[in-house]
């Protein structure tokens, strides 16, 4: 029988510090859930020039909502990451520059970093216990990943990694 705790409690030390995401087999991100306090004080930071326009009941514009959103990535939600290259082939040091310019250039990545954050599945225990359970499994080929899964060519597709205490 399923607990409704099997199927909604989080690891709260891993929103807080971050978990890693195995993106590819080869691309891993350590994200931390957006509604961490860690990430909470650093929207409240990056708002904080724009109170007046956000306590009267209006949205930011465009440009600024869009600019807030990338810093937040880049300083609170991508904590780190592995197998991360550059146009040309060359590893990308984890650094708040490197995220900011890469999440600028990526849309698309960016998205896809604030979509995980957002998602208690990211930080389930019982998915990291899964994931545990599936790494350990002998891989069926080069093209799987670490967690014996066949290889999706969807975007979304993840699958968490072991939590590592490194970070930028």
């Known amino acids: 029988m399923t607990s409704i705790y099997d199927l909604f409690e989080t690891d709260p030390e891993f929103e807080a510090d971050g978990m890693w995401v195995a993106y590819t087999p080869d691309i891993q991100f350590k994200i931390r859930r957006s509604n961490s306090d860690a990430s909470q004080k ?6 904080a020039p724009y109170k007046s326009i956000t306590r009267s009941g209006r949205d930011l514009p465009a440009g600024i909502s ?53 998602e208690a599945e990211t930080f389930r225990r019982e998915q990291l216990e899964d994931d545990a359970k599936n790494s350990a499994a002998p891989s069926a080929g080069a093209s799987e990943p670490r967690d014996g899964k066949p290889k999706s060519s969807s975007p979304s597709a993840k699958s968490t990694v072991s939590p590592s205490p490194d970070g930028c």
């Open 42 to 47: 650093v929207l409240k930071k990056l708002l």
């Open 66 to 118: 869009t600019e807030v959103e990338r810093q937040w990535a880049a300083q609170a939600l991508l904590v780190d990451w592995r197998g991360v290259t550059g146009r040309d082939g060359a590893a990308l040091d984890c650094t708040v520059e490197n995220r900011l310019a890469v999440l600028g250039e990526l849309p698309d990545m960016q998205r896809e970093i604030a979509n995980l954050a957002g």
